[in-house]
């Protein structure tokens, strides 16, 4: 208790000095809460406490504002609030309508997450207007939080110079490991920054991202990534054509790490580790040593050895803009909520855990504020998205890297026998397409291209434009079998999807696999899009 | 510097997300958490000495808790693993279809040799239950695994199911454990124990006892 008591302390000090309750008040506020249970604290003892300030004395309150955020871990809804009232005096109301009041102006966004809880607070508002006072009613307002700006966060451009005048190749060969860093960390960042503070709590109270579209984008986005890296290096036909992939991402995670993106890092680092990638011993043998140095060194800084233990020391020396790697501080903090007990002996509410996830929680929200220290040139943003948005299962890529690179003999004996199959998973058992499947997914991919870059909707893309989205696609190097000159339609990508494909099933690999690529199923992807 | 254990064996928890495998670990190492552990350079696994056979049964228990998703990450933590819980939640049917997803990837990134055992958690939930326990023991049957319905709510069969991973895996290195109860030295278990640092799985995990 003693010890609990002094690493509050901490954060309580600067609350002494601004505001308007003494030092003493706020122990005893404090003492409050670990001495009362919790439902005693918010039906009774939390509105009598601050019954000495006015409505704006609550702003500076940081351990409120940790019990107001955090208390869905423990409590879900607020219908206790409704009995309390009832039976409380009118002096008591009062002081429980400010405190609704502060709890709607500075939380109004766990109103708008939370429809239970807003439920019972229009529930209140009734029963304030049935029962109560005049001065009631104009406290409690909770039409306050559907006149919010909602998307405020959601909209909230990444603050860049965009420049769009800046001539970019849009080709992968192009592109310097510079540009492609810079725009893997702008699209990142993107996705990061939507996360909200109830995205995090909601992900930590469900543990999965069910109903939650900005968490599962950025895991998507992340692993999205990973994959583009596998397949970039596997599109290309020869060991040392590969091996200059591989080489060029190496330099795109070194710049990543410049950028103090660790996100993203570990997304590329994670592709080029994976296995499909690491059993090319043909393209590796053509990898220079000082290359793999460096590639030893970035999985070494990622090792989830002593849980993470050189990425964390890494993480905590950077300042300024740093992207984290989501995946591990989630871990943190779902290791947290599951590990500590809700209450302590006596049904004393754990101030302690409020307080840990608060701070874990509001130091990654505190990161999106960062100013993004880079340029971004749209079109190469559009690419990127794009052909980042992939479908491919592992057993596609591995059937993919097996194809390049076939087993060894001596190692042919060994192939994994794989379990029966008996859920949705089965997909990675692609039979030999036929003309009508393969059909139909190069009319999907046209589709989303046409959906993504037909701009004036007149059916036609230029040839220009088509030009650089068949190059942003693993399979860039098919090249066109004539010129084309400015509009091309509709039928005529198409017919050249299929003409790839063709040479794809000679190559030995699936066309449908590879069309499958660009295929953009989800309905999230047109939010993205909207964004950038 | 006597140790306190005689073999070290690392356990991996693995299934969807929310399936309750950080309860399951919470549960079964009584709680014994220190919240510092988390961000510091702490440890991330769990450790507890357990007796099977007169040996004295150190397990570190690794968890991917809410990491699930990343594939990329969660691959790096297979390599290491000696003995791997599957666990669904059975109040969920998808959680436990994935099972297959999660026992294909076991087989395509943990070390050849690895055991494993079926956990259905939650079975304190009755009333949500959406998979009876006999597809549970079906599914195990199939992959020749054994299998459990656990709660980590009302500490049903935590400790009978570590304890069962763990001789499973006692079992399976028993070739390079024979020497340890008669001379007090072993030299196998001090390299199944140091090799932290090694990249990759390959040579630490020994391929003796079965095939």
């Known amino acids: 208790m003693v010890d609990l008591l002094l690493c509050l302390k901490g954060c309580l000090i600067p609350i002494q000095a601004t505001l308007v309750p003494s030092w003493q008040a706020v122990e005893k506020h404090l003492l409050l809460i670990f001495t009362n249970t919790f439902t005693t604290v918010f039906q009774y003892e939390y509105p009598f406490f601050f019954s000495d300030l006015e409505g704006n004395a609550y702003q500076n309150n940081h351990l409120l504002k940790i019990i107001l955020a955090m208390h869905q871990f423990i409590i879900s809804s607020f219908s206790t609030y409704l009995s309390a009232l009832e039976s409380k005096s009118s002096m008591l109301c009062v002081k429980i309508c400010y405190f609704v009041r502060y709890w709607i102006t500075e939380f109004w966004v766990m109103f708008k997450m939370d429809s239970k809880l807003s439920t019972t607070m229009e529930e209140f508002q009734e029963l304030v207007k049935a029962n109560g006072e005049e001065l009631h009613c104009r406290l409690i307002d909770t039409t306050q939080i559907n006149s919010r700006d909602w998307s405020r966060k959601l909209t909230q451009r990444v603050k860049t110079n965009t420049s769009k005048k800046r001539k970019v190749s849009l080709l992968f060969d192009h592109l310097e490991p510079e540009e492609l860093s810079d725009h893997l960390t702008y699209l990142e960042f993107k996705s990061f920054r939507r996360i909200s503070f109830s995205d995090y709590q909601n992900y930590i109270v469900n543990s999965c991202v069910k109903e939650n579209p900005t968490m599962e984008r950025s895991i998507a986005l992340c692993n999205g990534i990973s994959q583009w890296v596998q397949l970039m290096v596997l599109s290309r036909p020869t060991p040392q054509l590969r091996a200059e992939v591989f080489i060029k991402f190496i330099h795109v995670a070194q710049k990543l790490h410049q950028l103090q993106n660790f996100n993203t890092l570990m997304a590329v680092i994670g592709g080029l580790c994976h296995s499909s990638i690491s059993r090319l011993k043909e393209t590796s043998s053509c990898v220079p040593h000082d290359v793999i140095k460096v590639f030893n060194e970035m999985t070494e800084l990622l090792s989830s050895y002593r849980n993470y233990d050189s990425y964390r020391r890494a993480y905590n020396e950077c300042s300024n803009f740093k992207i984290p790697i989501l995946g591990v501080h989630l871990k943190d903090l779902i290791s947290l909520y599951e590990g500590m007990p809700d209450y302590l002996e006596d049904k004393k509410i754990n101030i302690y855990k409020l307080y840990s996830l608060y701070n874990h929680i509001n130091e990654l929200i505190q990161l999106q504020e960062m100013p993004l220290p880079l340029e971004a040139n749209m079109d190469l943003v559009h690419l990127l998205t794009l052909s980042l948005d992939l479908y491919y299962t592992e057993d596609e890529i591995y059937e993919l890297s097996y194809a390049r690179e076939p087993r060894s003999h001596r190692a042919a004996p060994l192939t994994p026998s794989r379990p029966p199959v008996v859920a949705d998973w089965a997909s990675g058992v692609a039979p030999k397409p036929d003309p009508k499947t393969i059909s139909k997914h190069v009319q999907r991919m046209v589709d989303s291209v046409f959906k993504n870059y037909d701009h004036d909707q007149d059916g036609y893309i230029s040839q220009e434009e088509f030009e650089k989205i068949a190059a942003s696609f693993p399979f860039s190097f098919c090249v066109m079998a004539k010129d084309w000159e400015g509009l091309i339609s509709r039928d005529e990508i198409t017919a050249y999807f299929m003409r790839a494909s063709s040479i794809y099933s000679k190559l030995g690999l699936g066309f449908k696999d590879l069309v499958k690529l660009t295929v953009l199923p989800t309905p999230s992807l047109a939010g993205i899009k909207q964004g950038c | ?211």
């Open chain 2, 1 to 211: 510097m006597a140790k306190q254990y005689d073999v070290l064996f690392r356990l991996l928890l693995l299934g969807d997300s929310g399936v309750g495998k950080t309860c399951l670990l919470c549960r079964f190492t009584d709680n014994q958490f220190h919240p510092a552990h988390i961000s510091t350079i702490g440890v991330d696994f769990k450790m507890k000495t357990i007796e099977v056979d007169g040996i004295k049964v150190r397990i570190q228990i690794w968890d991917t808790a809410g990491q699930e998703r990343y594939q990329t990450i969660t691959k790096q933590y297979y390599r290491r693993a000696q003995g791997i819980f599957l666990v669904y939640d059975i109040s969920s049917e998808r959680s436990y279809q994935h099972i297959v997803k999660w026992a294909s990837d076991v087989d395509e990134y943990a070390p050849d040799g690895v055991q494993k055992i079926l956990i259905g958690n939650k079975a304190d939930e009755e009333h949500k239950r959406q998979v009876a326990k006999e597809q549970g023991l079906q599914l195990a049957r199939e992959y020749g695994m054994d299998f459990y319905e656990t709660s980590a709510c009302s500490n049903l069969n935590i400790k009978e199911s570590f304890t069962r991973l763990t001789e499973l895996v006692l079992q399976a290195h028993r070739k390079e454990l024979e020497g340890l109860r008669a001379p007090p030295r072993t030299p196998t278990l001090a390299r199944l124990e140091e090799d932290e640092q090694q990249p990759l799985c390959s040579e630490d995990t020994p391929k003796t006892c079965w095939c």
